[in-house]
């Protein structure tokens, strides 16, 4: 989710290069050749922390193929996953979609970090390959009108949208700050939640910004003291507004904080400490409360805890498996069944717009409490 | 009038951090001429040790808040001292002699592979501390206002206080302080009447180093979130204070500490947050080219 790392186009290269990987490709392309569907799946294998989460998507991906499979596959073919490792980086992903069209596969899950899949969709689109995400959540992805990039996820600027108004609904007549990190996500979140609130006639008392990675936020919380802000819609990460709650409960400052899925992080709780207590940030449903994901979630166990990228891979998996059964193998016929069709999947019927994303995401409200997140009762 | 009280108290807390790291840059500079840019790195070790010793402390069931803390204040500052010390050893010592640029160019190597060593050691990751001392003072009422003051940032700026104080009568009035002031003002003749002028500017790094400890600890105590990059920024607005308070002047860096927190919090309270950083640098620069021997640093007559 909120995995937006610096992408660098590699537009320019990319083609010059890929002529010498195609040759390459109709080498090995012979052996590779089978009675499969080829399906990709772009995730950070290897790298740290965020690997942990690329192993959440490769469960629920392989759970959903071993599914599909044991029921006769797509049309009678079976689905043969493989894993390209892009260790959450733009550079490595375009590497990594060069892997892929060299040898030959016109389907990717992921990538799962945003500034990897947007590097990487610029090869995918050049070389005609479809590309579903389930995780990558900058706009800019699919804002760029490539036919072929889907995203199975909510994009950053529904979630300022959906917060946006939680704050119009709830808390109308509180005194209202905006404050963001004046980065991509950041800034999109407080964007989208600012223009909700416009147009429900409220004017915030206090909008402002802060600087990402700095540790000495006591100025910006006199601020919010001295203006009597009850609430503030914050547009950035955990690691911010740990540092922001921490110092304003030092300070005696009482105002509640709302943001996205940014703060999904437990790192916020062990900055904030119980001052983090009331935290809101909107994110993706629980998918393992659903009724319809129970089954796969027995399946999923098996591997360990599943978390939602796991439900959420899985889903993509199932959306992709029926949009090429319908349409066969040619990525630009399933793109249009992408686009016309619903699916129906254990997080719920997904349908695509004219831009690849999804409609209607899921968003719910959850509220930090001991140490812990779960949706609130407000 | 209340939000000018909070902002100074804001102020002085960073300012008394600065002012403890800026020390070390001034001390080193006074006795042996150099910019020590590791200095920064050996705040952040300070910094990762006590939050090591916080976390184990916490493990073996020390729940005594005062107690953790002085415990952490000694063995950080043990372990800190050791750290400067091997660098000046490693790093500085061999290079006395040398060209100027020598040692600093070796100051930055150094800053970078004590970076480099705390990223490998412990992740790049945030470590992070849960509030350790909670709790605020009532000042008063200013226009209808209550004025309260964080107890953390009152031990803060106490302990700051405290040590500055005692730091400086340890200069004045002990023999290693006088032995200190000697090599500052000429090592060679300071050698020449019997002072040990390796073991003077050995135990100038480890008090410096000790006072980077215990900004490192006030620091992890009061952020709760540190990384090892966070030497660079602190090291580097510590300098400026070590600059414009006078390099070379004691009660200098001092005061340049407490002033530069008091800028960068005033510009980001009452102009713009977003460049509170090229408030500060802006100083740096305008300090060198008006006033170059700082507000209270006197000026080096080149002896000929």
Redesign the interface.
């Known amino acids: 989710m909120k995995l937006n790392k610096n992408f660098f186009s590699m537009k320019g290269r990319s083609g010059k290069f890929l002529a010498g990987v195609a040759v390459l490709a109709m080498l090995t392309g012979a052996s590779a050749a089978r009675a499969d569907v080829d399906i990709a799946l772009g995730i950070p294998a290897t790298g740290?922390?965020i690997a942990a989460l690329g192993a959440q998507a490769r469960l629920g991906a392989e759970t959903a193929v071993a599914a599909i499979n044991a029921q006769g596959g797509i049309n009678g073919e079976k689905i043969n996953l493989q894993i390209v490792d892009d260790q959450c980086d733009p550079k490595n992903a375009v590497s990594a979609a060069n892997q892929v069209v060299s040898r030959g596969i016109k389907f990717v899950l992921g990538h799962l970090c945003s500034g990897a899949s947007i590097a990487a969709s610029d090869v995918y689109n050049d070389e005609g390959v479809l590309a579903l995400t389930a995780s990558a959540t900058a706009p800019e992805l699919t804002e760029r009108g490539y036919p072929l990039i889907f995203r199975a996820n909510g994009r950053d600027d529904q979630q300022g949208v959906v917060g946006g108004k939680f704050v119009a609904d709830k808390f109308k007549d509180k005194r209202i700050a905006i404050i963001d990190d004046?980065q991509v996500y950041g800034q999109g979140l407080a964007r989208e939640a600012g223009k909700v609130l416009t147009e429900a006639g409220i004017k915030p008392v206090y909008v402002?910004?802060?600087?990402a990675g700095e540790?000495?936020y006591?100025?910006?919380v006199?601020?919010l003291?001295?203006e009597n802000i009850d609430i503030v819609y914050f547009g950035g990460y955990h690691?911010e507004l740990?540092?922001i709650v921490?110092q304003a409960?030092?300070?005696?400052l009482n105002t509640r904080f709302i943001g996205a899925d940014g703060l999904a992080a437990n790192?916020f709780w062990?900055?904030a400490?119980?001052?983090g207590a009331g935290t809101l940030f909107t994110f993706s449903a629980s998918a393992k409360d659903l009724p319809s994901a129970q089954e796969a979630y027995a399946e999923l166990r098996k591997g360990g805890e599943p978390d939602n990228f796991a439900f959420y891979y899985y889903a993509a998996v199932q959306t992709l498996a029926k949009a090429i059964a319908e349409a066969g193998q040619d990525p630009e016929k399933v793109a249009e069944a992408l686009k016309a069709g619903s699916f129906d999947t254990i997080v719920g019927t997904f349908r695509f717009d004219d831009k690849g994303d999804l409609v209607d995401p899921d968003y719910v409200i959850f509220e930090w409490n001991d140490g812990t997140y779960a949706p609130t009762k407000l | 009038m209340?939000?000018f009280v909070?902002?100074f108290f804001?102020g002085l807390?960073?300012g008394a951090v600065y002012g403890l790291i800026a020390i070390g840059y001034t001390m080193v500079y006074g006795i042996i001429g150099m910019i020590n840019f590791a200095h920064g790195e050996v705040f952040m070790i300070g910094a990762f040790i006590s939050l090591i010793v916080l976390l184990l402390l916490a493990q073996i069931g020390i729940a005594a808040v005062p107690v953790a803390i002085l415990v952490t204040l000694v063995l950080s500052a043990v372990f800190t001292a050791l750290w400067g010390y091997v660098v000046e050893r490693i790093a500085y010592r061999p290079l006395r002699g040398a060209t100027r640029l020598a040692p600093l160019i070796s100051a930055i190597g150094m800053s970078i592979l004590l970076q480099s060593l705390v990223q490998l050691a412990q992740?790049?990751?945030?470590k992070?501390?849960?509030?350790l001392i909670?709790g605020?003072i009532t000042l008063g009422e200013i226009d209808g206002?209550t004025v309260?003051v964080?107890v953390?940032?009152v031990v803060i700026i106490a302990v700051t206080l405290v040590l500055m104080a005692a730091f400086s009568i340890f200069v004045a009035k002990t023999s290693f302080g006088r032995a200190q002031r000697a090599c500052e003002q000429d090592r060679k003749m300071a050698e020449l009447l019997g002072v040990n002028v390796d073991k003077v500017i050995s135990l100038t790094f480890v008090s410096g180093a000790v006072l980077a400890a215990v900004a490192g600890l006030l620091?992890t105590v009061y952020?709760?979130?540190i990384d090892f990059f966070?030497g660079f920024l602190a090291g580097l607005k510590a300098f400026t204070a070590a600059v414009l308070g006078g390099i070379g002047s004691l009660p200098g860096a001092m005061l340049g500490g407490l002033l530069i927190g008091l800028i960068?919090?005033f510009w980001?309270?009452y102009a713009s947050?977003?460049y509170?950083?090229v408030a500060v640098f802006a100083i740096l620069v305008l300090v060198l080219l008006f006033r170059p021997t700082g507000l209270l640093g006197r000026a080096v007559v080149e002896k000929v």
């Open positions: 740290g922390q004046r402002g910004t802060v600087n540790r000495d006591s100025a910006l006199s601020r003291k001295s690691t740990g540092l921490r409960r030092q300070a005696g790192e062990s900055v400490g119980d001052g | 209340a939000y909070d902002q804001n807390t960073l992740g790049a990751g945030q992070s501390l849960p509030p909670t605020r206002q309260e964080a953390v940032r620091y952020y709760g979130s966070i960068e919090v980001a309270g947050a977003e509170k950083d």
